[in-house]
């Protein structure tokens, strides 16, 4: 079994974890192919040789016959392994280094049950849906989908309005801070922190959350996933800010954008000991009182 590994630099505390599971991968007889700046950090300042059998540094020479990446960091750390991944298909499994961890779920005491799952198929695959930007083309150069959101900012303290079509009916006009375009992953994420609604992550649908809209009445709306996502952005300054995920650039005003979900998914592990409605009480405390 071929296991390629991504990674962040990690705080102290998680270096005996990280041994651990590079331990238990040997143990299990896997080959392993590392991120080589975090095989640099693994020998260089966690004192960690996994000795892997190959190296990769980009999308382009990951071994496409790999079973799993594993993703260790935080879920900053799963949206960059998307990255790499793209449409290979590879199953992404994350390991938390971090704190919150909502998508890396995997803890350090975790990493045995974990490995364990992987060698006797005890999880499940799901797979997660993308948004990609069709318009204007190569403007993200290195990847061009998102797995949380696509997001929508003014550039300064000067508001913008952002006219929105699906499939070519006129949906509104947002006057406000910004706007999110968010996938069920996402809906745990910023779209939550505008007021979103959370959805699981098996929903066939579109989040679309305005940031600090200037119209009381202006709510989150769900929308069926097969809609074609049309943007214009208008305002007082000449650029504005558009991200994908952790990437973000600045575009010119009135440039029209265009979203839509790619024919692809990304499949992300979950081991059959977890379910979403567990991680939400757990790492969101959703629904939790003191008083209960």
């Not at 990674?7 to 040997?26: C, E, I, M």
């Amino acid at each position: 079994m071929q296991i390629s590994v991504y990674g962040r630099q990690f705080n102290p505390h998680f270096n005996d974890y990280a041994k651990r599971l590079f331990t238990k991968l040997r143990e299990n007889r896997l080959r392993i192919s590392l991120y080589e700046p975090f095989y640099d950090f693994l020998v260089r300042k966690a004192g960690i040789d996994p000795e892997p059998e190959a190296i990769f540094n980009s999308h382009d020479d990951l071994d496409r016959s790999s079973d799993f990446i594993f993703a260790i960091g935080g879920d900053g750390t799963i949206l960059e392994t998307i990255t790499l991944v793209r449409d290979s298909g590879i199953p992404v499994l994350g390991f938390n280094s971090g704190k919150l961890g909502f998508l890396a779920n995997i803890s350090g005491d975790d990493i045995d049950k974990a490995i364990g799952a992987v060698m006797t198929g005890n999880y499940t695959t799901e797979k997660r849906s993308l948004l990609q930007l069709q318009s204007p083309e190569k403007l993200f150069s290195v990847f061009d989908c998102a797995l949380n959101e696509f997001t929508i900012q003014k550039k300064d303290s000067t508001m913008i309005t952002i006219q929105a079509w699906l499939n070519d009916h006129f949906l509104n006009s947002y006057w406000a801070d910004g706007l999110i375009i968010s996938t069920p992953t996402g809906s745990t994420a910023y779209s939550l922190s505008a007021g979103g609604p959370l959805l699981t992550p098996d929903t066939g649908a579109i989040i679309i959350s305005p940031i600090a809209p200037h119209n009381l009445t202006v709510r989150p709306i769900v929308v069926p996933d097969n809609n074609t996502i049309r943007l214009r952005v208008t305002g007082n300054r000449p650029e504005f800010l558009l991200s994908m995920d952790s990437r973000s650039r600045l575009v010119a005003m009135e440039t029209e954008i265009v979203i839509r979900k790619p024919d692809y998914y990304i499949n992300l592990i979950r081991l059959n000991s977890q379910d979403f409605y567990t991680t939400l009480r757990n790492k969101l405390m959703w629904g939790a009182d003191k008083r209960n």
